[in-house]
């Protein structure tokens, strides 16, 4: 039982590169999350999906998208990477929402 | 004691001793709290959780104490080793909400 899985876990990338992160869980949830975090700073949310069909942005979601591609992946996109985009990024899910995440290890990203 | 590094404030016991780990919430609405440990190169894990009709719960020598009135959460570990050493940060929800508000953390290093 992997929990949660991220793909790639470490990038660079130059300015205007795009990527896919991926993210994928195999404990059937509803919900999942896409997060940054930042030194000093406590996760950030970028994009979450409440249900398999239907995404939501949340606190800074400017310069990314997801999808949604089925109960159990759910991708980040970067269309023209930034170097304000460097961060490590966390995919989480929970059963549903409002209930304890379960979090991957990260994709650490560099934008140079 | 506890000082603030440059990033993240670091709190030092020894190994054996009780570690507290404070956290101010923000919004006085918030419902339910949740406690993670972060180790190096991990995402975050779950520790312990508690809901706003509760004062206090236990686990596994963790505890952790609400304090709604003042806006405050603590978790107590008892008998630190040195496995607890990560970065610790509480999040709060309201209201089974998507979104969960990340506290920036607090290094806790444990000394032999």
């Known amino acids: 039982n992997a929990g949660v899985t991220q793909t790639p876990k470490f990038q660079v990338l130059k300015t205007g590169q795009s990527m896919t992160l991926q993210c994928a869980q195999d404990?059937?949830?509803?919900?999942m999350y896409w997060y940054r975090q930042d030194p000093g700073m406590g996760l950030r949310l970028i994009y979450y999906s409440a249900s398999e069909g239907t995404t939501d942005k949340g606190e800074v979601p400017n310069g990314y998208n997801v999808s949604r591609l089925n109960k159990r992946e759910f991708s980040l996109r970067l269309e023209s990477a930034a170097p304000s985009q460097t961060s490590v990024y966390f995919c989480?899910?929970?059963?549903?929402?409002?209930?304890?995440?379960?979090f991957g290890d990260g994709t650490r990203l560099s934008i140079l | 004691g506890e000082s603030v590094g440059l990033h993240l404030p670091t709190l030092s016991v020894q190994e054996g001793d009780n570690s507290i780990i404070n956290c101010a919430y923000s919004n006085s609405a918030s419902d339910y709290f949740i406690w993670y440990k972060q180790e190096s190169g991990k995402g975050p894990q779950f520790i312990i959780d508690?809901?706003?009709?509760?004062d206090k719960r236990q686990g596994q020598r963790v505890t952790v104490l609400l304090n709604k009135t003042v806006k405050h959460l603590s978790l107590q570990i008892a008998a630190t080793q040195p496995g607890d050493s990560a970065v610790y940060f509480c999040a709060e929800n309201r209201n089974y909400g998507q979104n969960f508000v990340f506290g920036p953390g607090t290094r806790l290093s444990v000394l032999p």
């Open positions: 404990m059937n949830h509803n919900s």
């Open positions: 508690i809901r706003s009709n509760m």
């Open positions: 989480a899910s929970s059963e549903n929402s409002g209930q304890p995440q379960h």
